[in-house]
């Protein structure tokens, strides 16, 4: 059974930096597109960062490119998000998503979340 | 990028047939897909690809598509559909993922 478990989310003051984790189980990661999808309280769903199954590429919304780096290491089968510079927008549950299939949605599953609040 | 515009809010009674629509432009070319997501959870896919199912969901869901609106179907809709449901697709001129703002299924 595919299960994704994200990590690594707390309170951080502007301006800092805060890495998230997502464990991965139950399938071959090296196979599937990685995605960081983030939700801001009361809000909509908004797209972050995805990384190729080779981990060759990555593409980032506007709102997080040149702060946000996804990557994600095979021998842990476990996806990153490095968050620098964060700001008080950033301040959103952060779930993890498996494509499923190659690198592009549609994704199946997702994890359940990590909250990352960003407040002096 | 894409901009999907999905109503804020639709609301039918339970047993009745719930249509929930994404408008954009050049939809009609890209794969549309669909989540269902209930207070406190996260998300879980629900039609992709326009109109395929994953398994375990219901036949109740099924998608379309016509001009630039993708729909989601929700028939003899239940009380358990109450959710937020989301459009999404991949825009290739942007590299860029994009979700709809979603819409509120309220079942009176």
């Known amino acids: 059974q595919v299960h994704l478990v994200e990590s690594g989310g707390g309170i951080v003051q502007p301006g800092t930096s805060l890495r998230l984790s997502c464990a991965a189980s139950g399938f071959s990661f090296n196979n599937y597109g990685m995605h960081w999808v983030r939700q801001a309280p009361g809000m909509g769903l908004e797209w972050v960062a995805l990384?190729?199954?080779?981990?060759?590429?990555?593409l980032y919304a506007d709102s997080v490119k040149g702060r946000f780096t996804i990557s994600r290491d095979t021998s842990k089968n476990t996806l990153y998000l490095q968050m620098n510079s964060l700001r008080g927008e950033d301040t959103a549950i952060y779930y993890c998503?498996?494509?499923?299939?190659?690198?592009?949605?549609?994704?199946?599953?997702w994890g359940q979340g990590t909250l990352v609040t960003v407040s002096s | 990028s894409s901009v999907l515009t999905q109503p804020p809010s639709v609301s039918v009674a339970p047993g009745q047939t719930a249509s929930l629509t994404c408008g954009g432009h050049n939809i009609g070319t890209k794969s549309v897909h669909w989540y269902q997501q209930k207070p406190g959870q996260a998300p879980i896919l629900v039609v992709y690809h326009d109109s395929a199912r994953p398994s375990g969901i219901p036949q109740r869901f099924s998608g379309s598509k016509s001009g630039n609106t993708a729909t989601l179907t929700i028939s003899r809709v239940e009380v358990g559909d109450e959710a937020d449901y989301y459009c999404q697709v991949w825009d290739s001129s942007s590299d860029h993922v994009v979700f709809g703002g979603g819409t509120k299924l309220t079942v009176l």
């Open positions: 990384i190729w199954n080779d981990g060759t590429h990555e």
């Open positions: 998503a498996k494509s499923k299939s190659g690198s592009g949605p549609p994704y199946d599953p």
